[in-house]
């Protein structure tokens, strides 16, 4: 309808699954990767949770995209079957041609035989199961009894479980044990952060024809604040602000067309009932006490101060509404640009806000690692990083700060060059789930380190498992059964994926264990 008004060839919020449209942020090139690598290691499961609208539906498309020719794929688009239903289902999708009839026994010798004369011929089977988290106990478990198809040296089945967060609940449940043993990769996807927005939607416009910027920086803004970073929101609300600029003759997205897009699209905010009042008020109490709680604060290591270039004293500790003022008067220096920058220079590096690439980029640029994960804030504290969390005010406008230090019941935060305590309690009841660490990693780890590698990256690993032990640990460069089973043990002990393998992930707990001098730390009184 507003195409040639704004001189595009197509829609370019549409909110299709269409993998052309894929906008790779650093999370979602990591999601990417995770499902390639459960791909190519031919065993398990590989486990992909998001909330709804988050893209999941259109990264598994850009997966089924690049894989090759070899590999033939089922889609279980609806879960709700039972056993010999998804069994059914996937016979069907790989063309196997079973009687109507057939019972379970005789599915799974069908499938075991298609499988095996397609690992006769070079050929891999990957089953996608969307909507996972709508699988009964009975399902998951013969899913699980599907990945016993093998042959001495491999699986011949990989299936991929896509679901939202309510999977990994499921997949929690005692009875579901040997089923989440079985993960071999996961990774849950999180909203975008208002930089990746901007790209984002800069991104579907270009794809779409747009020879010049069709949304203002404020507009931008708004959209990412009321879609909360979740693409499909930001899809509708996009859509709908193009259709009402076509509307009014404008060429241009502004500020109150995007407002009234977002409020036709969400609808209008309710008023607080007042019989939420004292739950609210309760909660308050609630997270207070946990903040306070003396077992939680003794865990948390004594750390030495973060030394924030040109930093004053910590001020005294504001009153009770000291934070909901700050997010109200929506001062400039609680803009995340602001608050990711305090943090590069801590680690003596600089970010550049005017930089098209992400904050991870630049990172890496630098020779720093960051991560953007889910992990709650009592995990972040104890990590004993200094991290940039998003904070969400009363109106759906998103901040960021810096948390320097933990004192007493209170969070140091960085204001400019100055450090404002403000309680953790009402930190943790604004956070909005969003964070953003950064962290070095050793040098001689340039890649994933793998039982059987040898050099300098397995001598280093040897040397820190010895820090970390405090006990001396057999010399040596190569990664044996016996650095295999240390490792195994360290990632079960910090609540990783046990697979024996140092990744990324597994690599960031590690240096954290025993971290170099220089580091900079959480303060903590």
């Avoid at 008004?5 to 990767?33: K, M």
């Avoid at 050793?442 to 006990?471: F, H, M, N, S, Y």
Wanted: glycine residues 6%; hydrophobic residues 45%; contains cysteine.
């Amino acid at each position: 309808m507003y195409e040639s008004h704004f001189g595009l060839h197509e829609r370019p919020f549409s909110i299709a699954p269409n993998p052309r449209f894929l906008f790779l942020s650093q999370r979602y090139r990591e999601a990417l990767a995770h499902l390639l690598y459960g791909v190519r290691e031919r065993g398990g499961f590989v486990q992909l949770t998001g909330v709804v609208g988050i893209g999941k539906t259109t990264l598994t498309r850009a997966l089924l995209e690049q894989l090759p020719d070899t590999v033939d794929t089922a889609l279980v688009l609806n879960p709700t079957v039972t056993p010999r239903e998804l069994l059914l289902t996937i016979c069907e999708e790989l063309g196997i041609a079973v009687p109507a009839d057939a019972g379970i026994p005789a599915l799974m010798n069908t499938l075991r035989d298609h499988l095996l004369a397609g690992y006769a011929s070079g050929r891999q089977t990957l089953v996608l199961i969307d909507e996972a988290q709508n699988l009964s106990p009975e399902a998951l478990e013969q899913v699980r009894l599907l990945t016993n198809l093998e042959t001495n040296r491999e699986k011949l089945l990989q299936i991929i479980l896509v679901g939202q967060p309510e999977l990994r609940d499921l997949l929690a449940l005692p009875g579901l044990r040997q089923v989440a043993q079985r993960v071999t990769a996961r990774y849950h996807l999180t909203p975008l952060r208002w930089q990746e927005t901007r790209r984002y939607i800069q991104h579907r416009l270009r794809i779409a024809g747009a020879k010049r910027p069709l949304f203002s920086w404020h507009a931008m803004r708004i959209i990412h604040a009321r879609a909360g970073g979740i693409p499909r929101l930001i899809n509708v609300i996009a859509d709908r602000a193009l259709l009402g600029a076509y509307a009014r003759g404008r060429k241009r997205v502004g500020a109150g067309i995007a407002r009234r897009a977002a409020r036709e699209v969400l609808g209008q905010p309710s008023r607080r009932p007042s019989w939420l009042l004292p739950t609210v008020a309760a909660s308050m109490l609630l997270i207070a006490a946990i903040a306070a709680w003396p077992p939680l604060r003794g865990w948390l290591q004594a750390l030495p101060q973060p030394a924030l270039p040109q930093a004053q004293e910590a001020v005294a500790a504001p009153q009770p509404a000291a934070l909901a003022q700050l997010l109200r008067d929506r001062d400039s220096r609680l803009r995340p640009d602001t608050a990711i920058k305090q943090l590069f220079r801590l680690w003596q590096a600089r970010f550049a806000a005017h930089d098209e690439a992400t904050a991870c980029e630049q990172a890496q640029r630098q020779g720093l690692a960051c991560r953007v994960d889910d992990a709650g804030l009592e995990a972040l504290i104890a990590r004993g990083l200094p991290v940039v969390l998003e904070l969400l005010a009363e109106d759906g406008i998103r901040h960021a700060v810096l948390l320097l230090g933990i004192r007493q019941d209170q969070a140091v935060i960085a204001l400019d060059d100055a450090r404002l305590a403000v309680p953790l309690a009402q930190l943790a009841a604004r956070w909005s789930g969003s964070s953003l660490t950064l962290w070095r990693p050793p040098a001689a780890v340039e890649q994933t380190l793998r039982p059987g590698q040898q050099g300098p990256a397995v001598a280093w690993l040897r040397r820190q498992l010895e820090r970390i032990d405090g006990r001396p640990y057999p010399a040596g460069d190569r990664f044996d059964d016996a650095l295999q089973q240390r490792i195994r043990a360290f990632q079960a002990e910090r609540g990783l994926t046990v697979d024996g393998i140092v990744g990324s992930d597994t690599l960031f707990h590690l240096v954290l264990a025993a971290p170099p001098a220089g580091y900079p730390r959480l303060q903590r009184e």
